[in-house]
């Protein structure tokens, strides 16, 4: 597929031949007008230049000429340490709920460097995202689509590999913020009552900005450039990925945004509704088998996410609480490498409180057994709430569904014309319509689980008047039982999609003339696991009343 270059959304671009300067001391800011005379536009300027003087302390100057040194350089490490340490502890010290300085003030202080300006710029953006009260303007968000078409341009129209190494972590925050930045755009321009005519004619008259097309183009030309579904195919069955990764492929850079792209696409497809193709694109992926690729918690968590929802929309439930119960019990296990990043830690405490919701979900419309760490987890978490849509409660399935889903967008403008109305909510409620249809048709399933379990033979007339239904409409809802207890559920090929039809429902049964025969297939209890546990906190208890000194 062939990139698409920003001159074709916007006018303007960067030069990225002009050469890179000596790091010298940070360059003074220079006088860019000059007095007119006006009293009024002076104050203006005069207001400007201070505070562009008062914004940009020294400790900032010094950082980001360390920070450009780090990138001209390619040191990693400085980098890593810069972007992950020095930029959040400067933005907590000076710019909590402000911006930083804008590329234009801190220019002259990297002298003019053009990659690294679209670098600060990236971050720049996403921190008014992320912090600024009120969020960015309209103009801030053209800008910083700008200059995401300047950046991916950058690293794809290069006739060889570009020389630049970023972190994993940042790349991945790259792409992540692409595509919610995105996201955001496609509801800030489908709230129309709020918006002023020239807000409006401004969106009218740039359908390219923000458009679904280039981003989906940037997201398959990286993968395309790093040639990452090859790279994986090989992997997967044992070969070696360089032999197939090409000029760009063997660059750190391509192959970990060419992989992060495909989560991006996954992401951005789910976001859409299209979820075929969301598990589609990652059919090269191993899920149950730890790669090279999978190094950032943040893109492993995601992933996960976005497939077991996929699969929730599918009616894969089975699949749905095996990929939910892996990555809540990862989860578990590395939570203590997030809590010292505020930030990660927020975002993924977040997803973690929507998946437990989604597995809850899961295991009221399709019982089984899961992991006996998760299932306590998910009983302090979720048990009102997994009682409350046991016995039929809508409102709670849709308040749930609505907390722990994503936020679905319109590939499409709205119309600008109809003013008066906000369509941001429209997708959303048409993806909460699917879900709450399928909801209803198995809304007295639990209750016939429920007596299915007491009895071993049952007449159907019986069953009827229990549930004060005729026979006719008891049957259907019978019927109605064995086909949603029937699932296709993975069977360990490389692809997502692939299955084969299981029926694993805790009871069983057949009807013979007007008599139902139950068969109670639930595995056993395994205690093993429960003792092993008490028994590792009696030896941990053990040990800490050992040390204390009495």
């Known amino acids: 597929m062939s990139y698409t270059t920003s001159e074709d ?18 360059a003074p800011a220079a006088d860019y007008e000059l007095h007119t005379g006006d ?34 350089e390619q040191n990693l490490y400085e980098i890593q340490n810069a972007y992950e340490n020095g930029f959040n502890k400067l933005t907590d010290r000076f710019f909590k709920t402000s911006a930083w300085p804008d590329a234009d003030t801190i220019a002259p202080i990297v002298n003019e460097d053009p990659l690294f300006l679209i670098l600060y710029r990236e971050l720049y953006y996403r921190h008014i995202y992320a912090r600024v009260s009120g969020g960015p303007t309209q103009e801030q968000r053209f800008e910083s689509y700008i200059n995401y078409c300047n950046l991916f341009n950058y690293i794809l129209n290069a006739e060889g590999p570009v020389p630049l190494e970023l972190p994993n972590q940042w ?9 919610y930045q995105f996201q955001s755009f496609s509801q800030y321009r489908s709230k129309l009552t709020k918006k002023s005519d020239d807000e409006v004619s401004v969106l009218r008259g740039n359908p390219k900005i923000w458009n679904v097309h280039s981003v989906l183009n940037v997201l398959h030309s990286l993968v395309d450039k790093s040639n990452i579904n090859r790279q994986l195919e ?20 391509y192959k970990m945004m060419g992989y992060f792209s495909l989560v991006g696409l996954l992401r951005l497809h789910s976001l859409l509704g299209d979820y ?6 990652l059919e090269n992926i191993d899920f149950n088998k730890k790669n090279m690729y999978s190094r950032v918690p943040a893109c492993q968590i995601t992933t996960y996410y976005y497939v077991g929802f996929a699969y929730i929309m599918m009616r894969r439930y089975q699949d749905a609480i095996r990929t939910f119960s892996n990555i809540l019990l990862y989860i578990q296990r590395t939570k203590q490498m997030f809590q010292n990043k505020a930030q990660l830690y927020d975002q993924i405490n977040k997803q973690n409180e929507q998946m437990y919701t989604l597995l809850a979900i899961c295991l ?38 609505s907390f722990a889903c994503p936020k679905f967008l319109s590939p499409v403008p709205p119309n600008y014309e109809a003013t008066s109305v906000n369509l941001h909510k429209e997708p959303f409620m048409q993806q909460l319509k699917v879900f709450m249809d399928e909801v209803e048709q198995q809304s007295l399933l639990p209750t016939i689980r429920s ?15 229990f549930m ?34 299981q029926s694993s429902s805790e009871v069983d049964f057949y009807i013979d003339k007007d008599m139902i025969h139950i068969a109670d297939t639930k595995v056993a209890r395994r205690y093993g696991d429960f003792f092993i546990r008490q028994i590792h906190k009696f030896e941990e208890l053990n040990r800490n009343l050992k040390a204390l000194d009495i």
């Open 39 to 72: 009293p009024r536009a002076d104050l203006e300027y005069e207001r400007q230049h201070t505070q562009t003087s008062y914004i940009v302390p020294e400790v900032i100057k010094s950082f980001l000429t360390y920070f450009q040194k780090a990138i001209f």
């Open 468 to 501: 004060d239904l005729s026979e006719d409409d008891l049957k259907t809802h019978l019927m109605c039982f064995k086909h949603k207890m029937k699932n296709v559920v993975w069977t360990g090929s490389s692809s997502g999609l692939e299955g084969e039809f």
């Open 234 to 253: 090989v992997y997967t069955s044992g070969g070696d990925p360089d032999s197939v990764a090409g000029e760009f492929g063997h660059h750190s850079l």
């Open 364 to 401: 009221v419309l399709h019982p089984m057994r899961i992991d006996e760490n998760v299932h306590q987890q998910l009983k302090e978490k979720c048990a009102d709430k997994m009682l409350r849509m046991q016995k039929g409660d809508l409102a709670e399935f849709q308040n749930s569904f």
């Open 276 to 281: 075929y193709q969301a598990l589609k694109v």
């Open 171 to 179: 790349l991945w925050d790259i792409i992540d913020e692409f595509i």
């Open 9 to 26: 959304f916007v006018e303007k671009a960067t030069d990225y031949n002009a050469p890179y300067m000596n790091y010298g001391p940070a």
């Open 451 to 465: 007596y299915l379990k007491l009895y071993t033979t049952l007449p159907l007339s019986k069953l009827a008047s």
